[in-house]
């Protein structure tokens, strides 16, 4: 399975003492493409203790942030919600209930 752990940051000036910095991630189609063949298969498999919810990239999860979104103080459907709301959806791992 492909990872995505390396995000991109340049820098540009704009006037003397403003910046902005742009944050990227190559996000390849075997990555999308695999998560694809996972949420498509776990809708034919019963689900352990734990369940793969989905992959979502370090990109993203960085801006949740800056919006003021930390993942780790909301519930898996409150995640799941926001992507959908954000049309994120290529990062799922399930199309099961959560």
């Known amino acids: 399975m492909t990872t995505l752990n390396t995000v991109d940051t340049s820098y540009t000036a704009e006037g003397d003492d403003k910046w ?5 991630q190559n996000i390849s189609q075997a990555f999308l493409d695999d998560l694809k ?9 019963r689900e352990g203790e734990f369940m793969r919810v989905a992959s979502i990239p370090v990109s993203v999860v960085e801006q949740w942030k800056r919006e003021g979104f930390c993942i780790h103080e909301h519930t898996g459907a409150e995640i ?6 954000q049309d994120l959806t290529a990062f799922l791992a399930t199309d099961k209930r959560v």
């Open 20 to 24: 902005t910095a742009k944050h990227t």
């Open 37 to 45: 063949d996972v949420r498509n298969a776990s809708t034919s498999k």
């Open 80 to 85: 799941v919600q926001r992507m959908h709301n």
